[in-house]
Every structure is written in structure tokens, then in C-alpha cells.
């Protein structure tokens, strides 16, 4: 292969580093998030898997799959302490990391000594000496078969995607496994008939981007095992943010508080997960007749502390007037970086 990426991702991450720092949670049923009913849950565990519990799932629903779970908040300064050791492990081996989240890297060599997948190993047996982890890798020679190669055989997995193996490894793949294939584009494909990667070879580059959006065409070459993205070193986030327009518009403040507040949660999920930083933090309302307001504040320095966040968006709530009814709803972190904390100064 010319070019060796490898995709690193860690077995169920959160989950995993409470079992190990906590004996009492092995072997058991373990959702780190979604404490509180309004909540998302961040990583489970995969007895708790068995349940049907997924990463992003309400907690509501969890706590219905698996009454007897336990439902942990998580130690989030301890997940990042772990996940800096492994990021200097990979570093060592390799020749670029792309960190892509708390527990996922993307990791290029150029003129290896050994083979790949004897790298590999190594690498897999240094992370379990020294943070008690098993991860997951996939071997290929870009990014998209690298990462879908890490979850073919997880936990634990390593996966090789040699150039010979493309197409007729990807042939029995349901669409839901291309990466940059969202979820409404999935029904979308499923609702005209297309549910594996075979089905969407008999289409041509002009349908790929009809039905795909921007992203159209950049599938249509990565299910033909083209992916040309480098692996970056460095990378900028700009902000992370959700939107929904409701089915009725909404009349009372007290359900956009709620849904804002949703909001709040998982966008706290994702920064935790993410590992950044946050500094601004804005609210933007659509109302019925189509007129948009946006209104935010800033800290003074990049903070990730959850009760700050909280209090700020509900600052930035009392800005927004409900005069009028309100068809959308967004909120959104912006000024982001990676990063250590900054003690806040109180006086
Ligand atoms: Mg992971």
C-alpha cells in the first residue's frame, strides 16, 4: 500500500476507564450520561449494549431499555488525563495524528519498517500497558476504509483494507455504514429502494448529488475506495451547534426554555466528547413570519465548566422576546479551541 492510515478509536472509552477505575461496574450494565431524564447518553458499556442502548440515545429511552443500569455522570478531567496518554502513544509510532474526538484519531506512516499490522499490535499492546484499554484499529490507505476497517471487529478489532479487497468488501455494507451519509440522507435512499453499497454502484455521479447534497459527489468516489483528505495535524472548529423547527410554532416561553435546555445538554455532551473548549454561546429564534433574531454572550476565557455554560445560555434566554410565535429554535457554541482550562478568577 502507498499510503497507510490508520483509524484508532477506543472501546466504548467513557464506559471503559469507570470499569477499570471502578471494580464494581464490571461485567455490568454501565451508561455514562443521561443522569438526569432530559439527558443523551454519552458511552455504555457493551453489556449495556445487549439492551439496545446506544451513544446518543435520550435517557428516557435508556432508562426504559434497562431499568437496572447504572446511570453514571462520568469523570470527565479523568477521561481526558487517559485520553492525552494515548494520543502521545499514537504520536510516538506515527508520522500525523488527527485527533477526530476524545477517543478517535486518525494516524499516518510514511516508509514503515515493519508491516502495518505488526505496528499495529504493538500499539494495541502499549495502550493496554499503560491505561488497562483495549482500542480498535483499521488499517487501509485512506481515511474512509481506515475508519470503517476500526468498527469491523470491535472491541478490540484490527481490520486491514488493501486496494485488492475494494469493491466487493463494501458490496454487503448497508448505506448507513458510508461515513458522511446522515441519517435523513439514509431514508431518504431507503425510501427509493437503495439499502447496501451494491445498490448505490448501478447510480451515476449526477444522482449522487441530487439525492447526497454538497457531500454527493465526494461519496460517490469514497464507495469506490477514492478518499483523497489528508491527515491534519492541526485542527479548527469553528463552533457546534443544533437547530429544530417545530411542527406547530411554539407560543410559550417555557418551551423554548426546555427545548434550549435540551439543546444545552448535548452540545455539552459534544464538547466533552470533542475535548474543547468554549468561549461564546448564542441563542438564535426564527418566528412565524420568517423574521430571525440571534442574541449571545461571550466568557472571558474558554471554559468548558457545565454550570457556567447554564447560567450563560439562560442570561442569553431572557434576551429573546416571545411576542410572537416561534417556528425554530437553535443554539450554538462558538469560539472553540483545544485546551487545558483556564482558572476562572473570582475577584
Ligand atoms: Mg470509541
Request: glycine share 6%; aromatic share 10%.
Amino acid at each position: 500500500m502507498s499510503r497507510i492510515i490508520m483509524h484508532f478509536d477506543l472501546d466504548a472509552f467513557f464506559a471503559s476507564v469507570e470499569q477499570l477505575d471502578n471494580p464494581e461496574y464490571r461485567g455490568k450494565a454501565l451508561i455514562v450520561g443521561g443522569v438526569s431524564d432530559r439527558g443523551v447518553v454519552s458511552t455504555c458499556s457493551y453489556e449495556a449494549r445487549k439492551y439496545g442502548i446506544r451513544s446518543g440515545m435520550s435517557s428516557y429511552k435508556a432508562r426504559k431499555l434497562c431499568p437496572n443500569g447504572i446511570f453514571i455522570r462520568g469523570s470527565h478531567s479523568r477521561y481526558r488525563e487517559v485520553s492525552r496518554n494515548v494520543f502521545s502513544i499514537l504520536e510516538r509510532y506515527g508520522d500525523a495524528m488527527e485527533k477526530m474526538s476524545i477517543d478517535e484519531a486518525y494516524v499516518e506512516f510514511k516508509d514503515c519498517q515493519k508491516s502495518p499490522v505488526e505496528i499495529a499490535r504493538e500499539i494495541k499492546a502499549k495502550v493496554l500497558e499503560e491505561t488497562g484499554l483495549t482500542i480498535s484499529v483499521g488499517i487501509s490507505y485512506n481515511k474512509f476504509l481506515a475508519k470503517l476497517a476500526s468498527d469491523w471487529n470491535k472491541p478490540d478489532g484490527l481490520k486491514v483494507i488493501t486496494n485488492k479487497m475494494v469493491p466487493h468488501i463494501l458490496y454487503d455494507l448497508p448505506i448507513s455504514k458510508v461515513h458522511g451519509l446522515g441519517k435523513k440522507s439514509v431514508d431518504k435512499l431507503n425510501r427509493i429502494g437503495i439499502f447496501y453499497i451494491r445498490d448505490l454502484y448501478k447510480y451515476d455521479k449526477s444522482f449522487f448529488e441530487q439525492y447526497m447534497g454538497k457531500w454527493g459527489l465526494e461519496i460517490y468516489h469514497r464507495i469506490r475506495g477514492i478518499d483523497k483528505r489528508k491527515v491534519e495535524g492541526h485542527h479548527e472548529r469553528k463552533s457546534i451547534g443544533t437547530e429544530r423547527t417545530f411542527k406547530t410554532d411554539l407560543e410559550s416561553m417555557e418551551d423554548i426554555r426546555n427545548i434550549i435546555h435540551g439543546f444545552c445538554d448535548q452540545l455539552i455532551e459534544d464538547i466533552n466528547k470533542k475535548d474543547v473548549l468554549i468561549k461564546t454561546v448564542s441563542v438564535k429564534i426564527k418566528y412565524y413570519d420568517f423574521t430571525n433574531i440571534s442574541r449571545s454572550n461571550s466568557f472571558t476565557n474558554y471554559t468548558r465548566n457545565e454550570d457556567l455554560i447554564r447560567q450563560m445560555v439562560d442570561e442569553v434566554l431572557k434576551e429573546v422576546k416571545m411576542d410572537k410565535k416561534i417556528r425554530l429554535a437553535g443554539l450554538t457554541f462558538s469560539n472553540i479551541i483545544e485546551g487545558e482550562e483556564e482558572q476562572m478568577s473570582l475577584f
